[in-house]
């Protein structure tokens, strides 16, 4: 049997069961993004409790960013190019709009990876020169260190050209699982070795708030390493499996990149959840709305019982005259 190669390009491969999973997993990337990256805004922006200014605040709103590209931006051309081709609209893979978006997708994706490690290098200095951070690391200038990071992701994606996207995501997965690992056991190898160190010394106050951050950075580590040992296997197998169709290897080469583009989607609404400052500051400024909200009802309630009441008396009045 003769060996016939399958399209370079994932996007050339389109069949119904794939493009309608593709399609419920860029609405899901679409939601998440959207939520996740204005709720991050709106809690660091409004600052309830005015204690989210610090220089973590600044990496995660890279992290928001990121997200709400990817989500607004990229994952309504990638719906635009599913549902133009469930409806047999005939579209080259290679459009404009849609090399636009993957490209988007990747820069988005990678800066995300550039705010998690960001966060242990971040973490790592507050317990190991905590004087020195409270005094030189600031919202502001960490916000200008983040822009390093986003020219590298903006320059990173252009290896797409050269690659194609199942070998692009063979190199994105790979750099996805490298930049979880090393945080990973950096936290584990020195930060809570720090932390060890500054209990002795009986820094407690410090201990008990860093520890709690440390230790739930690193379990949203362990997650982020979830996504991308998957999505690198998938890649691996659809580029060296000889005997795979051509639908299994576009099956896997596009699975891999929708999960890469989940991780994006999910990250900043899972620190956002998971990081008490942020979860309860998001409590605060809803429980505020509910409560302006229900004031407000009870005023206009009040407004108006006392023109009935003032409608009941001028009509009584006149009644009386006549």
């Known amino acids: 049997m003769e060996y016939t190669p399958c399209e370079e390009d994932a996007f050339a491969a389109n069949w119904v069961e794939l493009l309608y999973f593709e399609l419920l997993a860029s609405i899901c990337s679409f939601v998440l993004a959207g939520v996740s990256g204005t709720l991050?805004?709106?809690?660091?922006?409004?600052?309830?409790?005015?204690?989210?200014?610090?220089?973590l605040s600044a990496v995660v709103?890279?992290?928001?960013?990121?997200?709400?590209l990817m989500g607004l931006i990229a994952e309504p051309?990638?719906?635009?190019?599913?549902?133009?081709?469930?409806?047999?609209v005939i579209i080259n893979p290679q459009a404009p709009f849609l090399l636009f978006a993957i490209l988007l997708s990747f820069t988005s994706?990678?800066?995300?990876?550039?705010?998690?490690?960001?966060?242990?290098?971040?973490?790592?200095?507050?317990?190991?020169?905590?004087?020195?951070?409270?005094?030189?690391?600031?919202?502001?200038?960490?916000?200008?260190?983040?822009?390093?990071?986003?020219?590298?992701?903006?320059s990173y994606p252009f290896?797409?050209?050269?690659?194609?996207?199942?070998?692009?995501c063979i190199l994105h997965s790979t750099a996805g699982v490298l930049f979880t690992t090393f945080p990973l056991i950096?936290?584990?190898?020195?930060?809570?070795?720090?932390?060890?160190?500054?209990?002795?010394?009986?820094?407690?106050?410090?201990?008990?708030?860093?520890?709690?951050?440390?230790?739930?950075?690193?379990?949203?580590?362990?997650?982020?390493?979830?996504?991308?040992?998957?999505?690198?296997?998938?890649?691996?197998?659809?580029?060296?499996?000889s005997d795979c169709s051509c639908m299994s290897k576009a099956w896997l080469t596009r699975t891999s990149f929708l999960i890469t583009r989940l991780h994006c989607a999910?990250?900043?609404?899972?620190?956002?959840?998971?990081?008490?400052?942020?979860?309860?500051?998001?409590?605060?400024?809803?429980?505020k709305k509910m409560v302006h909200e229900s004031v407000m009802s009870s005023i206009r309630r009040t407004e108006r019982e006392i023109n009935c009441f003032e409608m009941s008396k001028t009509s009584g009045i006149r009644t009386a005259k006549l």
């Open 61 to 68: 709103i890279t992290m928001a960013t990121g997200s709400l």
């Open 186 to 241: 950096f936290t584990f190898a020195w930060i809570f070795n720090k932390l060890e160190a500054l209990k002795n010394r009986g820094q407690v106050q410090l201990i008990v708030q860093e520890a709690c951050v440390s230790y739930k950075h690193s379990w949203l580590l362990v997650a982020s390493l979830g996504c991308y040992v998957p999505a690198l296997v998938m890649t691996i197998i659809a580029e060296l499996c």
């Open 109 to 154: 994706s990678m800066a995300t990876l550039f705010s998690v490690v960001g966060i242990t290098v971040n973490r790592y200095l507050f317990v190991t020169v905590p004087g020195w951070f409270k005094l030189n690391v600031s919202f502001n200038r960490t916000l200008i260190a983040t822009s390093m990071g986003w020219i590298i992701a903006i």
């Open 159 to 168: 290896l797409y050209f050269n690659t194609g996207l199942r070998r692009y």
């Open 77 to 88: 051309l990638f719906m635009y190019f599913t549902i133009a081709t469930l409806n047999d």
């Open 266 to 287: 999910i990250c900043p609404v899972a620190y956002a959840i998971y990081l008490n400052q942020y979860r309860s500051a998001m409590r605060n400024m809803v429980f």
């Open 40 to 55: 991050i805004y709106l809690v660091v922006i409004k600052n309830p409790h005015k204690k989210l200014r610090t220089s």
